[in-house]
Structures are given as C-alpha cells and as structure tokens.
Nanobody
C-alpha cells in the first residue's frame, strides 16, 4: 500500500507563501488521485484540493483556497505539491495528504481517501 509523507510546513506571515510536498513511500503515487485536506484545532477535517492520477489533468479546489493555492504533481519524482500563496491566518491548520485508491472522480470527502500521511503544520501569523 502507498504511504504519503508530507513536508514543507512552517510559520509564515499573512500574505506569504509556502509549498507543501507529498512524497510517495512504499509504492508509487502515479495511479492514485491525491488530495490535500486540513484540520484546524476544534474543527472538522476539510477538503483543500485534489489532483487526478497519472497526468494530473484534472484538479479541483475548495472555494476558500481557489485562486490562491495550486496543486500539481511530478510523477518522475513521485511527489504532489500544494503551492500556497496569499496565505491568511485562517489557513492555519495541520495539512494532510491522502491517496484515493478508487481511481476515478476526484473526491472531496475524507472517507473517499484510503491512505493518509502524518500531516504537516502550517501557521500563518497576522
């Protein structure tokens, strides 16, 4: 089974940028749709963005991040990225990468993803 491993989190000022990486461990990512989710303290885990398997020709974003975040994948490096620009304090959360073994429509629910990383903390100061 595939094991996502996130990195790239940190502390940034409002208006700044961060790029998160999600690398594949144990097995290649290329045949999985990949999603990014986030969870703030006391809140439910919420969908952020997703990208389709193989070519990554399809992407989908939550309204809250549309126009500010960009998801992409580099299959040669077996890595999915989340470029986060114009960050806001409300973007503060633990960000999780997840792999969807179903292989068709892009999922937006945590239950649609079977394999999860350990998460990486993103903190945006005002």
């Amino acid at each position: 089974q595939v094991l996502p491993v996130e990195s790239g989190g940190g502390l940034v000022q409002a208006g700044g940028s961060l790029r998160l990486s999600c690398a594949a461990s144990r097995r290649t990512f290329s045949n999985y749709n990949i999603g990014w989710f986030r969870q703030a303290p006391g809140k439910e885990r919420e969908f952020v963005a997703a990208i389709s398997r193989r070519s990554g020709s399809m992407t989908y974003y939550a309204d809250a991040v549309k126009g500010r975040f960009t998801i992409s994948r580099d299959n040669a490096k077996d890595t999915v990225y989340l470029q986060m620009d114009s960050l806001k304090p409300e973007d503060t959360a633990v960000y999780y990468c997840a792999a969807d073994p179903r292989g068709y429509s892009l999922g937006t629910l945590p239950s649609e993803y079977g394999y999860w990383g350990q998460g990486t903390q993103v903190t945006v100061s005002s």
